[in-house]
């Protein structure tokens, strides 16, 4: 069974940072594509940033020079971390693993809110 937990959310004040972890079981992350995206309500869900198997990154420009996606391939974790956060960066964050011929897996979010 494939599970991807992730964790690290919470309250934050503006220009504050915090590292959002998404752990897998089930599955090697590093032979996956992993992905970050966050969702607010009414909303669809949106990339914030993704990392190949082959270490290339893509970044939202929202995200670009503020968060950074990374993986710790020994202990099987995905990392984002998330600086100088506004209050437009509040939502329910997920993390994404897909892999050809198989089911995107998805774990089931956290949440950011950035409020003074």
């Known amino acids: 069974q494939v599970t991807l937990v992730e964790s690290g959310g919470g309250l934050v004040q503006p220009g504050g940072s915090l590292r959002l972890s998404c752990t897998a079981s089930?599955?090697?992350?590093?032979?996956?594509?992993m992905g970050w995206y966050r969702q607010t309500p009414g909303k669809q869900r949106e990339l914030v940033a993704s990392i190949s198997t082959d270490n290339n990154i893509n970044t939202a420009d929202f995200a670009r020079g503020r968060f950074t996606i990374s993986r710790n391939n020994t202990h099987n974790v995905g990392y984002l971390q998330m600086t100088n956060l506004r209050p437009a960066d509040t939502a329910v964050y997920f993390c994404k693993a897909t892999r050809e011929w198989e089911p995107n897996y998805w774990g089931q979010g956290t949440q950011v809110i950035v409020s003074a």
């Open positions: 089930g599955i090697h992350l590093s032979l996956y594509y």
